[in-house]
């Protein structure tokens, strides 16, 4: 629980530094509720892994646009991450299927809205991913070899790769780190970006979900290019004329109704 706690105060002041790009340490237990010896170890966490600048009194962001750690991602726009699984599994048939789920927090949330199907059979590179369809034990789960990537919590490489050239799928669903009319969908990871690729491209029916943040941005890896999608699942606060280009180029783009204050539940400092 512990930890949980403190990857929701991290999210918040990355949030916060994506806002402001620096902020002054002094404001931050008022801001996060907690004392000044807790804001200093999740500093200490923070800077130890590479996320932050601390100088005298304030931190400014080390790296901004890295890939964050998985379990930070979680913790951000949970609400919009939760509707968009739920409405993502509510698009696959009730019938015997074989499916591809990929690693990451949205698609986790997939995971978790398909667990009570008992007439899926599932390949997932993604270790979180298989945790969550297995919670019921319906699901019949196969885990791709390859190696993992910490960040992440997936498996990449020659053995993914491998394994999952072996199927044909019914559906494939992937998250993004980055979506673009013009640079298509993208993400923070070569590997991890091939292993997305060769899921869409092995299934009939292809989905990405991503939170409406991801709308606009463009990450080093390319998954592939837009129109090689056929539904997108995002958040009412994706930008309309991104959406409407997405349409366009062919991508059925659906939005699941957030309300503002659900989107991330972050303050802002005043």
């Known amino acids: 629980m512990s930890d949980r706690k403190r990857d929701e105060r991290i999210s918040v002041m990355l949030t916060l530094l994506s806002q402001r790009g620096e902020l002054q340490v002094r404001f931050l237990p008022n801001i996060l509720g907690v004392s000044g010896a807790t804001v200093r170890r999740d500093l200490a966490v923070m800077e130890s892994t590479g996320l932050i600048r601390r100088s005298y009194g304030k931190i400014t962001a080390a790296r901004r646009g890295a890939e964050l750690p998985v379990s930070l991602r979680h913790s951000q726009n949970t609400e919009a991450k939760r509707r968009i699984g739920a409405l993502a599994s509510s698009l696959i048939p009730s019938r015997p299927l074989v499916m591809a789920l990929s690693g990451g927090s949205t698609v986790g949330f997939v995971a978790k809205s398909l667990a009570a199907r008992s007439d899926l059979t599932v390949v997932t590179n993604g270790l979180d991913t298989a945790t969550s369809l297995m919670a019921r034990q319906l699901v019949q789960v ?26 044909r799928f019914d559906f494939a669903i992937v998250g993004a780190d980055g979506i673009s009319p013009e640079a298509g969908f993208t993400r923070h990871s070569t ?80």
Do not use: W
Not at 144 to 162: I, Y
Not at 232 to 243: I, R
Not at 257 to 270: L, T
């Open 142 to 167: 196969v885990v791709t070899g390859g190696t993992a990537r910490s960040l992440s919590n997936d498996l990449v490489g020659k053995g993914a790769e491998k394994s999952l050239r072996s199927y």
């Open 191 to 270: 590997r991890g970006a091939e292993i997305d690729r060769i899921m869409l491209e092995q299934a009939e029916h292809r989905i990405v979900v991503a939170d409406s943040t991801k709308l606009g941005r463009v990450r080093q890896a390319k998954i592939v290019d837009t129109g090689s999608v056929h539904t997108l699942v995002t958040d009412s606060h994706a930008n309309a004329a991104m959406v409407a280009a997405l349409r366009k180029i062919g991508v059925t783009t659906t939005m699941v109704v957030v309300p503002p204050q659900s989107r991330n539940g972050h303050p802002r400092i005043p």
